[in-house]
T-cell receptor, first 113, second 107 residues
Framework: EAGVAQSPRYKIIEKRQSVAFWCNPISGHATLYWYQQILGQGPKLLIQFQNNGVVDDSQLPKDRFSAERLKGVDSTLKIQPAKLEDSAVYLC???????????FGPGTRLTVL | KNEVEQSPQNLTAQEGEFITINCSYSVGISALHWLQQHPGGGIVSLFMLSSGKKKHGRLIATINIQEKHSSLHITASHPRDSAVYICAVGSARQLTFGSGTQLTVLP
């Protein structure tokens, strides 16, 4: 069974630029999560989708971050414009249903200069 | 006060040693997860437990619901066990993560 795929693996941008991350969850998983993990900290949930609907985006900085999951499969997370403090690993995870075991992708390491 | 506290933050051990990592939490949960994160970011789920004890190979996880405490044990540790171990507590809505324990096992 293929795991959660993410791309790119690494991205370096300058502040005020835009960036987008892509996630392809495990086939058949209805729930998809985006996390932000700053160095030395645990992951923080940014947004949670159930199929193509948003379940929880309470910790998403909506002035600069946006995410979508069209057709309830792949998802993209966008930052526009990026700030220095956005430097982190962005993790995507999926689960069969909410509350079930989450399977994580390899993450995208973003560096904002 | 963080909802999930792990100790120690950093742990260095010699190969073969018995290792214990602790996790305390302050919120009501439906399950507790232990995760392993290697350099580069990828996370692997080790255990999900809501009571008692689970064992997988050299790894053992226990949870005491009344005391809101869990431990992850590694027997006969090996350098390949070097990673960050993260405790996360789950409700029906989401997981709340600890900040992780950096384990280094020296040969």
């Amino acid at each position: 069974e293929a795991g959660v795929a993410q791309s790119p693996r690494y991205k370096i941008i300058e502040k005020r630029q835009s960036v987008a991350f892509w996630c392809n969850p495990i086939s058949g998983h209805a729930t998809l999560y985006w996390y932000q993990q700053i160095l030395g900290q645990g992951p923080k949930l940014l947004i949670q989708f159930q199929n193509n609907g948003v379940v929880d985006d309470s910790q998403l900085p909506k002035d600069r971050f946006s995410a979508e999951r069209l057709k309830g499969v792949d998802s993209t997370l966008k930052i526009q414009p990026a700030k220095l403090e956005d430097s982190a690993v962005y993790l995507c995870a999926s689960s069969v249903v909410r509350g079930d075991t989450q399977y994580f992708g390899p993450g995208t390491r973003l560096t904002v200069l | 006060k963080n909802e999930v506290e792990q100790s120690p933050q950093n742990l260095t051990a010699q190969e073969g040693e018995f290792i214990t990592i602790n996790c305390s939490y302050s919120v009501g949960i439906s399950a507790l997860h232990w995760l392993q994160q290697h350099p580069g970011g990828g996370i692997v789920s080790l255990f999900m437990l809501s009571s008692g004890k689970k064992k997988h190979g050299r790894l053992i996880a226990t949870i005491n619901i009344q005391e809101k405490h869990s431990s992850l044990h590694i027997t006969a540790s090996h350098p390949r066990d070097s990673a960050v171990y993260i405790c996360a507590v789950g409700s029906a809505r989401q997981l709340t993560f600890g900040s992780g324990t950096q384990l280094t096992v020296l040969p």
